[in-house]
């Protein structure tokens, strides 16, 4: 996929929708009031998740202080 930008043409690494898709789907469920804040974290354990360690205790802990 390509998205037009002013006279260049910019290409959309595969897997880029589909990954803020999921972000934007965790932000609408939980609605966290620091978006920014809980989007680091949503992505630092997506990081974890691939490298076999993960952080859901921490996404859980987040959204019950929040």
Known sequence: MAVPFSNS???????????????????????????????????????KKRHGRCLTVVLVCYIKVA
């Open 9 to 47: 043409r910019l290409r959309i690494p595969h897997g880029f929708q589909g990954l803020l898709e999921g972000m934007a789907k965790e932000v609408l469920m939980v609605q966290p009031k620091d978006i920014y804040s809980f989007s680091a974290l949503y992505f630092e354990d997506l990081l």
